[in-house]
């Protein structure tokens, strides 16, 4: 058996598919995160995630919440590595 061996490095920036970008945003559920959900604020619990399907709960409620009925900003992400100052 005869095995290739290739380079791990990042690709080149010209070889990025389109619509990609360094950075991304998307918006992030996460215990002491404050939504809005109708029409006053509130703050994430914990979040469950079941048979592909994702809930938010909420502090002080029992139901879960469809995260589509509540607004919040993005946060903003980076595709690539970067090192953490110690």
């Known amino acids: 058996m005869h095995v290739l061996a290739t380079p791990l490095t990042a690709p080149e920036p010209s070889e990025v598919p389109w ?31 079941r048979r592909h399907d994702m809930t938010v709960y909420l502090v002080g409620r029992t139901e879960p919440v469809d995260p589509v009925e509540l607004e919040l900003a993005p946060t903003v992400f980076t595709t690539a590595r970067v090192h953490q100052q110690p």
Do not use: A, I
């Open 19 to 49: 619509g990609w970008s360094s950075r991304f945003r998307m918006p992030l559920y996460r215990p002491g995160t404050k939504v809005r959900h109708g029409g006053s604020w509130e703050t994430v619990s914990h979040v469950g995630l």
